[in-house]
C-alpha cells in the first residue's frame, strides 16, 4: 500500500457553467479517518464520485489506492466499500439479499457457508440482524442508511468512501455509525463527508475542508485546529471603546464578539498567532479606563474552524 | 497472477454477479407474477381468438399463436427494458452497482441477458409450450389446426422468437442509453415492430436479414409469416434473417455499451 489511499491534484468540474471543483488538491494518509467537510454544494460528493469512478473529472487526476482513477478504475474498485448519498439499492432485495448480492461482485468473496456467516457478521455489526429478512422498500431512512454501510464493508475493503453515512439516523444510530467508522479505522482508510462536527472531532485523525470546490483546510484535525488560531475570553467592566479599537488594530487579532451581559462586557477574542497573542494580550488589555473581570483561554472547537474557513452563511 | 489476469477475474466476478443477481430476481416473486400473468394473457387471447364459435377471424390457431408471442413479448420486452435502463439511471441504483467492481460493459449486458432469459421464459417459452399442448385438443369450431405441429419444429420457431425478442430489446436497450426516457423509447419501438410488421414499409432486399422477414404478415388468413410456415412443415429459407436478427442484436448492444461507457452516474 501506498502512505496515501488517495491522492488528487488539481480536480476540476464544471456542469456547463457550473464550476463544481475549482483545482481540487488531497491526500489522504492510508489507514487514517478522514473527515470530509463542507457546506452543501461545496463539491463533496461530486469529489467522491471523481474518486469512484463514476463522473469524469474536467481536469486534473487523481490516484486512489495506488490506481490512477480512470485507467483502473476496476482494480481500484476491488478494495473500495462505498456509500453514495442517499443510496438507492434493487428494491426486490432482502436486507441479506441486498449485502449478499453485494459480496458476490467482489473477486475472491467467500462462498456458501462462509458467504453465509460473513454477511451474518456484517448485519449483526451493523444492528439490522433482526432485519435481515425485511425487503428493502419497507425500510426507515435510518435503516436503510445502516444497509448502505453494511454492503459498503461487506468486501473488507482497505479504503471506505461515505458519504454523509450518519444522514437520516437518530442519535443511537449516529452513534452507533460512529463507533462503527472507528472500529474500522486504522487498517481500513476511511474517507467521509459529514456535516455532524462533533462526530469528526470523537473519531478523525485527518479532517479536508472544501469550500467553493477548493480546499480550504486539511491536515490531522489537531494542525488544522492551530492553524485557525486560538480563543481568549475576556470579561471586562468599564469604558472599553478605545480597548476595543486598539484590539482589532492588532495583525494577530482576527475578530473580537463582544456580548453584553449586563453590567459586564464579555469578549471572544479570536487570535490568529498563538505566540504573539500570548506575550502581547495581557499588556494591551492592562492599559485603558476598565477592569478585567476574567481572562482565559479556550480550547478551540471543530465548529470555529469551520466557521472561520468557511462562513456561517456561506452555503450556496 | 498478472494485472491482466487479475482485472479478467475481476471484470467477470462482478458481470456474473449481476446477472445472478437478474436472474435471481425472476425466481421469485417477479419470475411468478410475470409467468401468471402472460400465461393468462397470451392463453387467454388465444382461446377466445380461436376456439370460441364467435372467433371473427380466419386464422389457424398456430399462425394466431405465432402473432401472439411476437407482439406481447417484444412490447413487455421494451417496455421493460426502458424501465430497467431509465428507472435505474434516474433514481441511482445504476450509479450504486457501478460503484462496485462491475465494468460497465459487463452491466449492460448481464442486465440484459437476465431480463432477456428471464423474459424469454415466461412469455415465450412457458405459455409457448402450454398453448402447444392444449390447441389441439380444443373442440375445433372454426379454424384450428386439428393436429400439432412436429415438436422439434416448434421448439425451433419458440427459439427463433426468443431471438426477435432480443432485438427489439436491444433496440430499446440502445435507445435508453442514448435518449433515457422511457415513453419515448417505447413509441420508437413500438412503431419500429409496427413497420417491420405489416406492410405498411415496402419491403427491399435487404430486409431478408431483418427481423421483417421473420415478422411479416400480410395480417389477412394465408398471409403466413416465415415462422408459421416452418411450422406447418415448410422448409425455413430464412436463416440469414435469424442469423442478422442476431447479429444486428449484439450490435446495437455493442453501441449501448459504447455510449453507457460515457455516462456520468
Redesign the interface.
Given at each position: 500500500m501506498t502512505d496515501y489511499a488517495i491522492e488528487a491534484r488539481g480536480l476540476s468540474k464544471r456542469y456547463h457553467k457550473v464550476r463544481a471543483l475549482d483545482g481540487l488538491s488531497l491526500d489522504v494518509a492510508a489507514g487514517s479517518i478522514c473527515g470530509f467537510l463542507g457546506p452543501n454544494g461545496a463539491g463533496k460528493s461530486t469529489t467522491m464520485k471523481i474518486l469512484m469512478g463514476l463522473i469524469r473529472p474536467s481536469d486534473g487526476h487523481a490516484f486512489v489506492l495506488g490506481h490512477e482513477v480512470g485507467k483502473a478504475g476496476l482494480a481500484a474498485r476491488a478494495r473500495i466499500g462505498y456509500l453514495p448519498q442517499d443510496p438507492v439499492f434493487p428494491a426486490h432485495f432482502t436486507v441479506r439479499g441486498l449485502v449478499a448480492y453485494a459480496a458476490r461482485l467482489y473477486p475472491g468473496h467467500p462462498r456458501g457457508r462462509a458467504l453465509k456467516r460473513r454477511v451474518d457478521e456484517m448485519l449483526e455489526q451493523a444492528g439490522l440482524a433482526e432485519k435481515a429478512r425485511r425487503r428493502l422498500p419497507g425500510l426507515s431512512g435510518g435503516e436503510r442508511q445502516r444497509v448502505g454501510v453494511a454492503q459498503a464493508l461487506i468486501a473488507d475493503p482497505d479504503l471506505v468512501i461515505l458519504d454523509e453515512p450518519s444522514a437520516g439516523l437518530d442519535p443511537v444510530g449516529r452513534r452507533a455509525m460512529i463507533d462503527l467508522i472507528a472500529g474500522i479505522g486504522g487498517e481500513t482508510t476511511v474517507f467521509y463527508s459529514t456535516h455532524i462536527l462533533d462526530d469528526v472531532e470523537r473519531v478523525s485523525d485527518s479532517v479536508v475542508m472544501l469550500n467553493h470546490g477548493k480546499v480550504v483546510a486539511s491536515g490531522p484535525l489537531s494542525s488544522v485546529l492551530e492553524v485557525t488560531g486560538q480563543d481568549y475570553v475576556v470579561g471586562l467592566r468599564g469604558d472599553t471603546t478605545e480597548l476595543h479599537t486598539r484590539l482589532t488594530a492588532q495583525p494577530w487579532v482576527s475578530s473580537v464578539v463582544a456580548r453584553d451581559r449586563g453590567s459586564v462586557q464579555q469578549w471572544q477574542v479570536q487570535v490568529s498567532d498563538a505566540a504573539v497573542a500570548a506575550k502581547q494580550l495581557v499588556p494591551l488589555l492592562a492599559t485603558g479606563d476598565h477592569s478585567v473581570l476574567q481572562f482565559h483561554l479556550t480550547d478551540r472547537r471543530l465548529e470555529d474552524a469551520y466557521l472561520q474557513m468557511i462562513g456561517g452563511s456561506d452555503e450556496r | 497472477m498478472n494485472?491482466e489476469a487479475?482485472?479478467l477475474?475481476?471484470?467477470a466476478?462482478?458481470t456474473w454477479?449481476?446477472l445472478?443477481?437478474e436472474l435471481?430476481?425472476w425466481l421469485?416473486?417477479?419470475g411468478l407474477f410475470h409467468l401468471v400473468l402472460w400465461l393468462v394473457v397470451i392463453e387467454w387471447i388465444l382461446y377466445t381468438s380461436v376456439a370460441t364459435e364467435n372467433q371473427p377471424f380466419g386464422y389457424l390457431g398456430f399462425e394466431t399463436l405465432i402473432n401472439i408471442l411476437v407482439i406481447f413479448p417484444v412490447m413487455a420486452g421494451m417496455v421493460l427494458t426502458a424501465a430497467a435502463v431509465c428507472g435505474d439511471y434516474h433514481?441511482?441504483?445504476t450509479?450504486?452497482?457501478?460503484?462496485?467492481?462491475?465494468?460497465r460493459g459487463g452491466y449492460v449486458a448481464a442486465s440484459l441477458a437476465g431480463l432477456w432469459l428471464g423474459l424469454a421464459v415466461t412469455t415465450i417459452v412457458v405459455p409457448g409450450l402450454v398453448a402447444y399442448w392444449w390447441l389441439p385438443k380444443v373442440e375445433p369450431y372454426r379454424f384450428v389446426t386439428p393436429e400439432a405441429p412436429a415438436l422439434r419444429r416448434f421448439l425451433f420457431a419458440l427459439g427463433v422468437l426468443t431471438v426477435i425478442l432480443a432485438f427489439f430489446m436491444a433496440v430499446a436497450a440502445f435507445l435508453s442509453i442514448v435518449i433515457r426516457r422511457r415513453g419515448v423509447v417505447v413509441a420508437i419501438g413500438a412503431w419500429l415492430l409496427l413497420m417491420l410488421r405489416t406492410p405498411l414499409l415496402p419491403y427491399a432486399d435487404w430486409m431478408d436479414y431483418t427481423p421483417a422477414r421473420l415478422i411479416r404478415t400480410d395480417l389477412a388468413p394465408g398471409g403466413w409469416s416465415e415462422i408459421t410456415e416452418y411450422i406447418h412443415d415448410v422448409p425455413f429459407d430464412a436463416m440469414p434473417a435469424v442469423l442478422g436478427t442476431l447479429a444486428l442484436a449484439v450490435a446495437l448492444v455493442a453501441g449501448a455499451i459504447l455510449v453507457f461507457r460515457r455516462l456520468?452516474?
Amino acid at each position: 500500500m501506498t502512505d496515501y489511499a488517495i491522492e488528487a491534484r488539481g480536480l476540476s468540474k464544471r456542469y456547463h457553467k457550473v464550476r463544481a471543483l475549482d483545482g481540487l488538491s488531497l491526500d489522504v494518509a492510508a489507514g487514517s479517518i478522514c473527515g470530509f467537510l463542507g457546506p452543501n454544494g461545496a463539491g463533496k460528493s461530486t469529489t467522491m464520485k471523481i474518486l469512484m469512478g463514476l463522473i469524469r473529472p474536467s481536469d486534473g487526476h487523481a490516484f486512489v489506492l495506488g490506481h490512477e482513477v480512470g485507467k483502473a478504475g476496476l482494480a481500484a474498485r476491488a478494495r473500495i466499500g462505498y456509500l453514495p448519498q442517499d443510496p438507492v439499492f434493487p428494491a426486490h432485495f432482502t436486507v441479506r439479499g441486498l449485502v449478499a448480492y453485494a459480496a458476490r461482485l467482489y473477486p475472491g468473496h467467500p462462498r456458501g457457508r462462509a458467504l453465509k456467516r460473513r454477511v451474518d457478521e456484517m448485519l449483526e455489526q451493523a444492528g439490522l440482524a433482526e432485519k435481515a429478512r425485511r425487503r428493502l422498500p419497507g425500510l426507515s431512512g435510518g435503516e436503510r442508511q445502516r444497509v448502505g454501510v453494511a454492503q459498503a464493508l461487506i468486501a473488507d475493503p482497505d479504503l471506505v468512501i461515505l458519504d454523509e453515512p450518519s444522514a437520516g439516523l437518530d442519535p443511537v444510530g449516529r452513534r452507533a455509525m460512529i463507533d462503527l467508522i472507528a472500529g474500522i479505522g486504522g487498517e481500513t482508510t476511511v474517507f467521509y463527508s459529514t456535516h455532524i462536527l462533533d462526530d469528526v472531532e470523537r473519531v478523525s485523525d485527518s479532517v479536508v475542508m472544501l469550500n467553493h470546490g477548493k480546499v480550504v483546510a486539511s491536515g490531522p484535525l489537531s494542525s488544522v485546529l492551530e492553524v485557525t488560531g486560538q480563543d481568549y475570553v475576556v470579561g471586562l467592566r468599564g469604558d472599553t471603546t478605545e480597548l476595543h479599537t486598539r484590539l482589532t488594530a492588532q495583525p494577530w487579532v482576527s475578530s473580537v464578539v463582544a456580548r453584553d451581559r449586563g453590567s459586564v462586557q464579555q469578549w471572544q477574542v479570536q487570535v490568529s498567532d498563538a505566540a504573539v497573542a500570548a506575550k502581547q494580550l495581557v499588556p494591551l488589555l492592562a492599559t485603558g479606563d476598565h477592569s478585567v473581570l476574567q481572562f482565559h483561554l479556550t480550547d478551540r472547537r471543530l465548529e470555529d474552524a469551520y466557521l472561520q474557513m468557511i462562513g456561517g452563511s456561506d452555503e450556496r | 497472477m498478472n494485472a491482466e489476469a487479475t482485472a479478467l477475474r475481476t471484470s467477470a466476478t462482478g458481470t456474473w454477479g449481476v446477472l445472478r443477481g437478474e436472474l435471481q430476481r425472476w425466481l421469485g416473486r417477479r419470475g411468478l407474477f410475470h409467468l401468471v400473468l402472460w400465461l393468462v394473457v397470451i392463453e387467454w387471447i388465444l382461446y377466445t381468438s380461436v376456439a370460441t364459435e364467435n372467433q371473427p377471424f380466419g386464422y389457424l390457431g398456430f399462425e394466431t399463436l405465432i402473432n401472439i408471442l411476437v407482439i406481447f413479448p417484444v412490447m413487455a420486452g421494451m417496455v421493460l427494458t426502458a424501465a430497467a435502463v431509465c428507472g435505474d439511471y434516474h433514481d441511482g441504483t445504476t450509479g450504486w452497482v457501478l460503484g462496485k467492481p462491475v465494468p460497465r460493459g459487463g452491466y449492460v449486458a448481464a442486465s440484459l441477458a437476465g431480463l432477456w432469459l428471464g423474459l424469454a421464459v415466461t412469455t415465450i417459452v412457458v405459455p409457448g409450450l402450454v398453448a402447444y399442448w392444449w390447441l389441439p385438443k380444443v373442440e375445433p369450431y372454426r379454424f384450428v389446426t386439428p393436429e400439432a405441429p412436429a415438436l422439434r419444429r416448434f421448439l425451433f420457431a419458440l427459439g427463433v422468437l426468443t431471438v426477435i425478442l432480443a432485438f427489439f430489446m436491444a433496440v430499446a436497450a440502445f435507445l435508453s442509453i442514448v435518449i433515457r426516457r422511457r415513453g419515448v423509447v417505447v413509441a420508437i419501438g413500438a412503431w419500429l415492430l409496427l413497420m417491420l410488421r405489416t406492410p405498411l414499409l415496402p419491403y427491399a432486399d435487404w430486409m431478408d436479414y431483418t427481423p421483417a422477414r421473420l415478422i411479416r404478415t400480410d395480417l389477412a388468413p394465408g398471409g403466413w409469416s416465415e415462422i408459421t410456415e416452418y411450422i406447418h412443415d415448410v422448409p425455413f429459407d430464412a436463416m440469414p434473417a435469424v442469423l442478422g436478427t442476431l447479429a444486428l442484436a449484439v450490435a446495437l448492444v455493442a453501441g449501448a455499451i459504447l455510449v453507457f461507457r460515457r455516462l456520468e452516474f
